[in-house]
């Protein structure tokens, strides 16, 4: 739906003497600055599909906007720093709202608003009061409990930090055998939030907001198959044709195919020679193997190959396998990456980056990024990071940390 339709058309349709706007937003921000250009934009697309809705100012530490909202629809309103870079819209204040048609007051405090950068949620609890939207009670809801199960992931993932971290005299290997215990912890706090997630949505009625907090959940690192096959048969009951209900009866099966269960996907791709690869005629033969997802550009990505390598050779004679995938765009810096790092095992690619196959298919954003098959080729993890990849290696072949 275009800018003029969603919002202008309304306000054309009330000079005409036609039914006013069906949604107001009436803000009063403590601090901000008298003129600061405020947006109106949704928050439930990409960030490349974030267009400005509608716009107003702040005057006397007040905005008003108003508009149609065919159905609810999670937004966010910008705060525009005048005096900030055109391009630095992360760095925007931003306060997250489920907008619907009705009368909509949010209060704030702007120094302690969140910005673009801090992902989904711009708010921080206490300093941002909507009222006037049952959508957005209802997320806010679900938003308090689920804010306490990812505390305590949180809090554990700190504590692995400061592990792997360390000023001692240990080396980063020493630090990722160290760092274990924690990633048990850390994956059993995942699981009581996946199950969380999983009964909350189940046990309310499959409407925007809820079909809001499926889609999130449908990109979990640990969602699995029969996970997703639940989910899109509940909201087969769904009544609500509005966008977000539409949008993740559009996207699961998608992820139906590539959650944890799933069989590896047939896909092609050249080694450096320029010699097509199936990956199937390497998954699903009897062994783990790994796909490592990487870059020559990506430091991250690099600084990991020395773990790569020693866990490669201390477990490749037991079986362990892996097929490094470069989603570079350029081949001469792909070579001269592989030149420089040597890695041991297959590498690939398709040239086409984020536009690739497997990037596609398998809802890869970023890297580095791996994937773990089974002997049989159904996917079990996308964690075998750091100490992650030192435990599953050790309970797939048996401990050769502590041996000398």
């Known amino acids: 739906m275009t800018k003029a ?3 202008f058309g309304a306000l054309l349709g009330a000079t005409l003497g036609n039914p006013a706007p069906k949604f107001t937003i009436t803000g009063k921000v403590d601090g901000g600055q008298e003129g600061t250009k405020i947006y109106l934009r949704y928050a439930d697309v990409g960030f490349a599909q974030r267009k400005n809705l509608d716009s107003a100012v702040l005057h006397n530490g007040s905005f008003t906007i108003t508009g149609d ?14 005096k900030a870079h055109p391009s630095a819209t992360y760095e925007d204040k931003i306060i997250s709202v489920f907008v619907e048609n009705s009368n909509i007051k949010i209060d704030a405090v702007y120094d ?55 000023k001692d005299d ?4 020493e630090r990722y055998h160290k760092g274990v215990p924690v990633t048990v912890q850390l994956d059993e706090a995942a699981a ?32 699995t198959t029969t996970q997703v096959d639940s989910l899109i048969r509940y909201f087969e009951l769904s009544k609500d044709n509005g966008y977000l209900v539409s949008h993740f009866k559009e996207i699961a099966p998608g992820y139906q195919r590539t959650a944890l269960g799933s069989e590896v996907l047939d896909m092609r791709f050249t080694d450096s020679s320029g010699k097509a690869h199936a990956l199937r005629d390497y998954i699903g033969k009897g062994k ?16 990991d190959i020395p ?23 350029v081949k001469d810096k792909w070579l001269k990456a592989l030149d420089q790092e040597k890695m041991p095992w297959l590498q690939l690619s ?21 994937l773990l098959f089974d002997p049989q080729g159904k996917l079990i993890t996308l964690n075998m990071r750091g100490s992650w990849m030192n435990r599953r290696l050790q309970e797939m072949y048996g401990d050769h940390f502590s041996k000398g």
Not at 129 to 135: N, Q
Not at 149 to 156: A, G, I, T
Not at 307 to 329: A, C, T, W
């Open 5 to 7: 339709t969603l919002f």
């Open 69 to 82: 909202a065919s159905s609810p629809r999670f937004c966010e309103i910008l705060f525009r720093d005048a």
């Open 112 to 166: 302690s608003l969140g910005i673009e950068l801090d992902g989904w949620r711009g708010q921080k609890h206490g300093f941002v009061k909507v009222s006037g939207s049952r959508s957005h009670d209802a997320y806010m809801a679900y938003d308090e409990v689920e804010r306490s199960y990812s505390k305590r992931e949180n809090e554990l993932f700190d504590e692995y930090i400061k592990i792997i971290n360390a």
């Open 170 to 173: 240990a080396d980063m290997e």
């Open 192 to 223: 009581v939030d996946n199950d969380f997630n999983m009964r909350y949505i189940q046990n309310h009625t499959p409407d925007a907001v809820n079909a809001y907090i499926a889609t999130s959940f449908l990109r979990s690192s640990d969602i």
């Open 288 to 303: 783990y193997v790994m796909l490592e997802c990487w870059a020559s550009w990506c430091g991250p990505c690099r600084a």
């Open 307 to 329: 773990h790569l390598k020693s866990m490669y050779r201390d477990f490749h004679p037991q079986g362990f396998e892996i097929i490094s995938v470069s989603l570079d765009n």
């Open 350 to 370: 398709d040239l086409h980056a984020f536009d690739g196959g497997l990037p596609k298919a398998y809802h890869i954003n970023a890297i580095p990024h791996c």
